[in-house]
């Protein structure tokens, strides 16, 4: 339930704060006054698209807050805590909401949900669970099949929704997985070419057998090979400068280091100085001689038969380089190739089994979704019988004794989302006459009683916090008019109903009654709202109705309407 509004910079409202609360609101008011934009304050609140062209003239933005009383245990209150906002206990398990929606002039929107911003996608969701609205669009609604179907589901309540939300899971899994088999089905040779292909780079990564590494070990091998007359002279001259075999004249560097080493031993007797000097010759002698063998054991070392090796180490290159060229930037990403591909040969592999399994499947669930449709049309053919008989009665209430309204429904057409139930709300105007469909030849006034005598059935079987009507009265007047008020305030001992209304019949049953103002200083006009009490109200249901305030002729007769209204709620 909203317990109040508040508008700032919205249209031609400046500023205004409407107190609603349960039971029956009338928002009056002269044309033009702004009651059409408090319906467009309601929609920004329920998610509705945001328009910069909205704004009051001169404003930076436009700003409505809309406090609520909910359950606080039900789903409302689940999705605010889902959604980061704060509720506040209301006592007797109730909370407190404050929804708000700004809109600028650059046509950027903020939502805000219990003190949190949010998308305004969720004030959408909670807008479906706190409001039905009602409008002329929506009288346009109702002469859409998809629009009587939902209405004839809402009636028949939790019964068929617990199927419906069976049969759509069932929908959507046998959708998924025909979709899937189809695509297997029609891609079949296709992926049997992608198969093939696969096997054959398999066989040929796995024929040569790459190392990760191999590539640069074998580069480096072919980079030595490639020089080795140019390194065996290389050492073999070091070594022979080092420890030279060939003359005994002790040139060499040993030679020389031991020569070196006994002339100062010789006379290291007459000077200790010399002694440690003679050691580090000593030591360096040893060293050079561990760096001789070096040079033996590497040219020992040398292959003799290094250009048939070369020969073979560049035709493995070649091969590895093929395969790069064919399957990779690179010899890893070869590799990485061998191991994806294997994997996806699997899956390719079992295409015949995923095919007949997926078949299986697919034909369990239609056989589970016929099963459920039938289901959902005999719940909806039973729900039918009893909305038309029910809103039939309605309608008699409403000045409409002769008319008579038959739901039909008709199964047999393709599986969709809702089903396979085409839904009809047929309307006999008068005995005699044929059942027409509400979308041809039904009046404006017809469609509202017709709409309202439809809301006030289903919401004894589905039940809404929040009723808004905006002139849904249009084109009926008279007793017509006064019918209509009665059943608003049949509605509102359930339900909050906010109705704008030009109809002084329907105000008269309201509990409470709120005023758009409109006043013009300068250029700029702008509107406020009053909530009206006592002698307030009979002279707003006197303008209403002859267009005077102050008429004694049409106070008598709004103090008589407001006392028939007292009488008849």
Do not use: C
């Not at 009288?139 to 859409?144: H, I």
């Not at 005995?431 to 509202?448: D, F, M, N, V, Y």
């Amino acid at each position: 339930m909203i317990e109040e509004l508040s508008i700032r910079d919205l249209g031609v409202i400046g500023e205004a704060r409407l107190p609603l609360g349960p039971g029956f609101t009338a928002l009056t008011g002269e044309t033009g006054a702004g009651k059409t934009m408090i319906v467009t304050a309601l929609g920004l609140l329920l998610g509705e698209r945001a328009d910069s062209q909205v704004l009051r003239k001169g404003s930076a933005a436009a700003v409505v807050e809309g406090h609520w009383l909910i359950d606080s245990r039900g789903g409302v209150a689940a999705r605010v805590t889902d959604a980061g906002g704060d509720l506040d206990p209301a006592g007797e398990g109730r909370a407190a909401l404050l929804l708000s929606r700004s809109v600028s002039q650059e046509g950027r929107s903020r939502a805000v949900v219990g003190g949190r911003t949010t998308p305004v996608g969720v004030l959408t969701e909670l807008g479906r669970e706190l409001v039905v609205v009602h409008g002329q669009a929506d009288q346009v609604r109702l002469r859409s099949a998809t629009a009587q179907r939902d209405a004839l589901d809402r009636f028949a309540g939790s019964e068929l929704s617990g199927v419906l939300d069976e049969y759509q899971e069932t929908y959507r899994r046998w959708q998924t997985g025909q979709g899937e088999l189809d695509v297997l089905v029609a891609e079949r040779d296709r992926r049997a070419r992608e198969a093939e292909d696969l096997r054959i780079a398999i066989e040929e990564i796995e024929a040569v057998a790459p190392r990760r590494g191999e590539d640069v070990e074998l580069a480096e091998r072919a980079e030595r090979l490639g020089n080795l007359e140019e390194l065996r002279l290389a050492a073999a001259g070091a070594h022979e400068l080092i420890s030279a075999q060939q003359t005994d004249d002790g040139s060499d560097a040993l030679g020389l280091l031991d020569n070196a080493r006994r002339q100062l031993e010789r006379v290291s007797g007459h000077d200790a100085a010399l002694v440690p000097i003679a050691e580090a010759i000593a030591n360096a002698s040893f060293a050079v001689s561990d760096v001789s063998a070096q040079l033996s054991s590497y040219l020992g070392g040398l292959d003799a038969d290094g250009a048939h090796e070369l020969e073979a180490i560049q035709e493995r290159r070649a091969e590895l380089t093929a395969l790069i060229r064919k399957h990779g930037q690179s010899l890893d990403e070869t590799i990485d190739f061998l191991d994806v591909g294997s994997s996806r040969l699997l899956e390719l592999d079992n295409d015949s089994d995923r095919i007949e399994r997926l078949r299986g499947e697919v034909a369990g669930d239609r056989g589970a979704l016929m099963a459920l449709a039938e289901r959902l049309s005999g719940i909806r053919s039973a729900a039918a019988a009893t909305l038309s008989e029910q809103v039939t009665a309605e309608l008699t209430a409403l000045a409409m004794a002769d008319a008579a309204v038959t739901v039909e429904v008709v199964s047999g057409g393709d599986y969709s989302l809702a089903g396979r139930d085409q839904v009809s709300i047929l309307l006999q105007p008068h005995k005699g006459a044929e059942p027409r469909p509400l979308g041809r030849g039904a009046s404006g006034g017809e469609l509202s009683r017709v709409m309202l005598a439809i809301e006030v059935v289903i919401a004894g079987s589905d039940p809404v916090p929040t009723f808004i009507f905006d002139e849904v009265d249009a084109g009926v007047g008279g007793a017509s008019a006064i019918e209509i008020g009665k059943r608003l305030a049949r509605l509102a001992r359930s339900a909050q109903v906010i109705v704008v209304t030009h109809l002084p019949q329907v105000a008269a049953f309201a509990t409470n009654h709120l005023r758009v103002v409109k006043s013009t200083e300068g250029e700029i006009t702008a509107s406020s709202v009053q909530q009206l009490q006592g002698e307030e109200r009979a002279e707003e249901l006197a303008r209403m109705l002859s267009g005077l305030a102050d008429s004694e002729s049409g106070l008598a007769h709004a103090r008589e309407l407001l006392e028939t209204a007292q009488a008849l709620a």
